[in-house]
């Protein structure tokens, strides 16, 4: 398997490779399943791994890599590019740190690639069941919680620092307080959900898109088959010989943006990595960008329909 190409980023001296595998799975799969798929996924070629504290997959994505350095698969943990994100039950300026201490250890890792603020609110208490409460969601204090992820690059317990879900508007209150500015921002992008205005903001400001659910999360309890049932996707993917998740990873990966995508399925994860040998034409490329567009993942389905989240899922 050939190297996946890689993104330089702002902020971070490793490049990151432009695909990464997604480790939310739906239902959630059990800490064997998950590290067995994460090893599969090494061997197929993957080096690039999203997760979160919030997913439970930290500790077996740890595993993995202790048993994949073990096997001999990689020869260092420095091969991988790591992903994961603060919950936002501790994104208050003081517990930053110890949150990022505590997915150290759930990875058994000394230092993270990238640390993500996983979502533009605070939520009061430790919240795992959702929807949440009006009550429990509270607007992020940006600056104090920009504090925290930079004293974590300070500390060297991550690399680089970046954020997710969050709008051209909330990064603009970033960028006003940063001192090391987001190297990333990971949201929702896919052939029915653009995201044309943040991709030209954030190329303009040297940071990079992630893209998450660009198959569009299809049968998940947070996404929809709209990207995987599209007609025209599938007409190209005719022509062309390859599936539409090609397609999509494909159109994704052409926009210029790096994408994580999650198969635990050991076919489907090799499939999703052979898109980078073919392109798209202008005519196809053309059809794509008139698929009708809506936002599938909503902060008010996973949050509940509250009207500071209500406010967050119409910025763009
Ligand atoms: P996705 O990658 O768009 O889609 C995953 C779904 O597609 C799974 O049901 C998977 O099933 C299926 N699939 C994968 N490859 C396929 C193929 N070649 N053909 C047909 N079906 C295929 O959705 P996602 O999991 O929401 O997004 C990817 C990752 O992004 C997540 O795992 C997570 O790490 C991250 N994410 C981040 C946020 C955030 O707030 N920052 C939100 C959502 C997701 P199988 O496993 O059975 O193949």
Same mark, same amino acid.
């Given at each position: 398997m050939a190297k996946l190409p890689g993104v330089t980023l702002s902020s971070c001296e490793k490049p990151m490779p432009v695909i990464g595998m997604g480790t939310c799975s739906f239902p959630p799969a059990d800490l064997e399943t998950t590290k067995t798929a994460i090893i599969e996924a090494i061997k197929a070629g993957y080096r690039h791994f999203d997760t979160a504290?919030?997913? *439970?997959s930290e500790k077996p994505l740890g595993e993995a890599i202790a048993e994949a350095l073990t096997l001999g698969? =990689?020869? &260092?943990? %420095?091969e991988l590019f790591i992903t994961t994100k603060l919950w936002s039950s501790y994104a208050e300026r003081d517990q930053i740190v110890p949150a990022c201490k505590m997915s150290l250890q759930n990875l058994q890792l %000394?230092? =993270? %690639?990238m640390y993500l603020i996983h979502l533009p609110v605070r939520l009061t208490g430790?919240?795992? &069941?959702? $929807?949440?409460?009006? %009550?429990?969601i509270e607007p992020l204090d940006v600056k104090g919680v920009w504090e925290g992820m930079e004293e974590c690059v300070k500390l060297g317990l991550t690399k680089g620092i970046g954020v997710s879900n969050f709008s051209c508007k909330k990064l603009e209150k970033v960028l006003a307080v940063a001192t090391i500015p987001p190297a990333v921002n990971q949201v929702e992008l896919n052939p029915t959900w653009q995201q044309k205005e943040l991709r030209e903001f954030c190329k303009a400001k040297g940071i990079e898109i992630t893209a998450f659910s $660009?198959? *569009?999360?299809?049968?998940?309890?947070? *996404?929809?088959?709209r990207v995987m049932d599209s007609d025209v996707l599938a007409e190209i993917a005719k022509f062309r010989g390859k599936t539409v998740a090609q397609v999509a990873l494909r159109w994704v990966y052409e926009q210029g943006v790096s994408l994580v995508a999650k198969s635990y399925n050991k076919e489907r994860m090799k499939q999703n990595l052979q898109i980078f040998d073919w392109s798209l034409s202008e005519e196809e490329l053309e059809k794509i960008s008139q698929i009708p567009q809506r936002k599938g993942v909503t902060l008010a389905s996973i949050l509940g329909p509250h009207d500071l989240v209500l406010e967050l899922d119409a910025e763009v």
């Open positions: 504290f919030a997913y *439970g698969l =990689i020869m &260092s943990r %420095d %000394d230092y =993270i %690639d430790t919240v795992f &069941s959702m $929807p949440v409460e009006k %009550d429990a $660009p198959l *569009g999360a299809n049968n998940t309890k947070w *996404g929809d088959n």
